[in-house]
């Protein structure tokens, strides 16, 4: 059994630039929520897909987006980076059925620098 | 809202010391809880679960009891070990969905040996 995967493990990008993070889930997950931790602070959810389709959004601008693909992988796409993106992005996978959700499975995270 | 309210740290314990990180929520329901621990370095691990009241979770030597009436879920070890600094954060899921969380602002725990 795979766990979740995230890639890349560290990135630097430019304020203004745009950046694309990826996510695989676990085997037997179907669904994907993105959240990001800034330093010395708890996550915070960006939003989670199921179905190939955003399925709940935190508080967070559209130019935080996402997709998830047909083999439930996902990526998060951050556009016009700022400054206070800078922070460590965590990927989760779980299973939604008709009895609901299971526990998330946490990857080990992109670190995003922005300079 | 919902939210979940921890201890602040760093809390430093010699090694065998008896742990206790205090989690607080408010929320809609009864909702599952969670604690979930978080090695230098690394992305979240599920320590243990509750999922209704009165239920205690364990793992590793770590216990937590879903205690409703004082909506606490307080994360409990006897014996506490080097290997067991980390930032431990307590959760619970929006609307009982396990993937969407509600995460405390973490306790880190240091041990010296």
């Known amino acids: 059994e795979t766990g979740v995967t995230q890639s890349p493990t560290h990135l630097i990008k430019t304020r203004g630039q745009q950046v694309t993070l990826r996510c695989s889930s676990q085997s037997g997950h179907n669904t994907v929520s993105w959240y990001q931790q800034a330093l010395g602070q708890g996550p915070q959810f960006i939003f989670q897909?199921?179905?190939?389709?955003?399925?709940g959004r935190g508080n967070f601008p559209p130019r935080f987006s996402g997709l998830q693909f047909p083999n439930y992988s996902s990526e998060l796409n951050v556009n016009a980076l700022e400054l206070d993106d800078s922070a460590l992005y965590l990927c989760a996978s779980s299973l939604t059925s008709g009895a609901g959700s299971t526990e998330a499975f946490f990857g080990q995270g992109t670190r995003l620098t922005v300079v | 809202g919902d939210s979940v309210t921890q201890m602040e740290g760093p809390v430093t314990l010699s090694e065998e010391a008896f742990l206790t990180i205090n989690c607080t929520y408010t929320?809609?329901?009864?909702?599952?809880l969670f604690w979930y621990v978080q090695y230098p370095g690394e992305g979240l691990q599920l320590l243990l679960k509750a999922t209704k009241a009165d239920d205690k979770g364990s793992n590793k030597g770590f216990e937590a009891t879903y205690r409703k009436e004082t909506t606490s879920f307080h994360l409990e070890k006897g014996s506490v070990q080097v290997s067991d600094s980390a930032v431990y954060f307590c959760a619970l899921p929006f609307y009982n969905q396990g993937g969407k969380l509600i995460f405390g602002q973490g306790t880190e725990l240091s041990v010296k040996p």
């Open positions: 897909y199921y179905r190939e389709e955003e399925n």
């Open positions: 929320a809609t329901g009864y909702p599952s």
